[in-house]
Each structure stands twice: as structure tokens, then as C-alpha cells.
């Protein structure tokens, strides 16, 4: 099994910035998909972001110009870099891992507070 644990949320101001990091450990073997997603008190968890092993990646809507997800294949260790935040970024972010057969794997969660 693998474990992931988010690092870099917090608490700033509208137009400010922040990144994200996700490491792994455990059993991190053909990681292939990682990603992020979040979630609001109330609604259903949302696509933030995700990066193949090849370096595809792929953006919820909301975020598309001003968040950029990287990955370092070596240690399999996910970033999420947030730029020009909104209050209505506001959310709990999740990574994840995606492996043949086992499915996704999430971390515990960040809080990102956005103020106005």
C-alpha cells in the first residue's frame, strides 16, 4: 500500500500564491496517473489536476491558466503550483496515486484558505 502526505497548504490572501507537495512511500510501484482534486464542506470532491508518468496533464476548468501540476518521477513526489488564488479555491486538496490493479491511493488532505 502506498501513503501519501500532503504538504504547503495554508492560509493567503486573494492573488497570492502556493504550492503544493505530495510525497509518497510504501509500496510505489507503476505509479503511472497522479493528480490532485479538493473539496468544500458539503460538495463533491473536484479535478484540480493531473500529470501522467509521461508528463500529460490535464486541468479542472476552474483552475485552467493558473495552477501547474508537475511530478518528479524519481521519487514520485507531485507538486501543485497555485497562482492568482480566489476565495473560492478555498477547499481541502487531496493527491492521489493511480496504480495497475490497485486502484487510487489518497493523501490526508491540505486546507487552503483563500481570503478576500
Known amino acids: 500500500q502506498v501513503q501519501l502526505v500532503e504538504s504547503g497548504g495554508g492560509l493567503v490572501q486573494a492573488g497570492g500564491s502556493l504550492r503544493l507537495s505530495c510525497a509518497t512511500s510504501?509500496?510505489?510501484?507503476?505509479?503511472?496517473?497522479m493528480g490532485w482534486y479538493r473539496q468544500v464542506p458539503g460538495k463533491e470532491r473536484e479535478l484540480v489536476a493531473t500529470i501522467t508518468t509521461g508528463g500529460i496533464t490535464m486541468y479542472g476548468d476552474s483552475v485552467k491558466g493558473r495552477f501547474t501540476i508537475s511530478r518528479l518521477n524519481s521519487n514520485n513526489t507531485v507538486y501543485l503550483q497555485m497562482n492568482s488564488l480566489k476565495p473560492e479555491d478555498t477547499a481541502v486538496y487531496y493527491c492521489?496515486?493511480?496504480?495497475?490493479?490497485?486502484?487510487?491511493?489518497w493523501g490526508q488532505g491540505t486546507q487552503v484558505t483563500v481570503s478576500s
Open positions: 492521489y496515486v493511480a496504480q495497475p490493479l490497485a486502484g487510487r491511493s
Open positions: 510504501g509500496s510505489i510501484f507503476s505509479i503511472n496517473t
